[in-house]
């Protein structure tokens, strides 16, 4: 069994956006009990992370992780056509990537107690962002 | 077809368990010939790792890289509560990756010479580490 | 519905090749229409990476980024039996990544207008690249 569908996200600046709720919601709907649920997220500079889902300061400290990683107008880089945060949102986005796969188990995403599934902005400015979730899975 | 299965593994400390050899063993049982293995570990401050399988010294290097991405202590996190190795743990996780596909060929990983399927424990202490394997493809 | 196939890419030393319009092609032949595209490197010294597909400085800097993260010579690194650039292309690939996947959506790639699909090598020398490519969905 496959379906697919899409989500968008209104992002405004750099930030986490909780998946977890949204994809669960999706699942219940479809009936897979045994499968497999794919993000993939349509851009090059945000990017779709799993990380601890209970202390915000663990995101907080991430992005600093990232900055001191792909700093803002960094010389290195020669890309900056849409500004200093243009190039290090692309590094990031390599780094941390743009596609997940997270197991059905009993009809539910097989995730562990402390994981949680995020869209990560990685551009300063509001954005527009689009995943593509297939599922796929034996009813 | 669909198959899942957990396995546990019980770690001691920072260093890589190889995962190939049992995997390949699920993959004899269950007669899928075409297809993907995919691997989840429901952990945020472990990995799982595709890498070179000969020379142990790879795999040290690797722990080397990582503890000067992240220092164990780093005064960049503020997140500490389970100790100096907590931040830097969950920073791995997230780089490095908790899932990961490999195709399935003739009914056995469609592997590489050189590449081996690891745990990478990020913790200093022992923890009991859990991965779903969800096989799926046709017989 | 599954399918299998191998690519063989020759790389000549650092530097991105293009793997979009070559899967396409596969793509069109099999008539999957919603599903999953699945890529394997065989190798742990080169990555699959999705990045911006316009602007070939985008690429040049992720390569500068790479050398800045790992350079090669790294005193850091034990495992130089190939080489100053052996040890920093396992980094890079374990960093980066050797398997990805990307949705089937109406019978083509889901990617969004700006990315592409890339193999990047991580060695200097030239090399011949294995990409094991699992295509499976409805039709």
């Known amino acids: 069994m496959w379906r697919q569908a899409e ?12 998946l977890t709720t949204e994809l669960e919601a999706q699942l219940r709907g479809c009936g897979i009990r045994i499968g497999l649920c794919h993000l993939f997220l349509r851009h090059t500079s945000a990017s779709l992370a799993i990380t601890e889902n209970a202390d915000p300061e663990v995101r907080r400290d991430l992005e600093r992780f990232a900055q001191r990683l792909a700093p803002d107008g960094d010389p290195l880089f020669r890309h900056d056509a849409e500004g200093a945060d243009d190039m290090p ?3 990031r986005s390599l780094v941390l990537g743009c596609e997940l796969t997270v197991p059905i188990r009993d009809g ?5 107690t402390w994981q949680g599934i995020y869209l990560w902005e990685h551009r300063t400015g509001a954005m527009r962002r689009r995943i593509l979730v297939t599922l796929s899975g034996e009813v």
């Open 108 to 112: 539910a995403l097989g995730l562990g």
């Open 89 to 91: 949102a692309h590094v």
């Open 7 to 18: 989500i968008e996200i209104a992002t405004r600046g750099r930030g986490f956006h909780q």
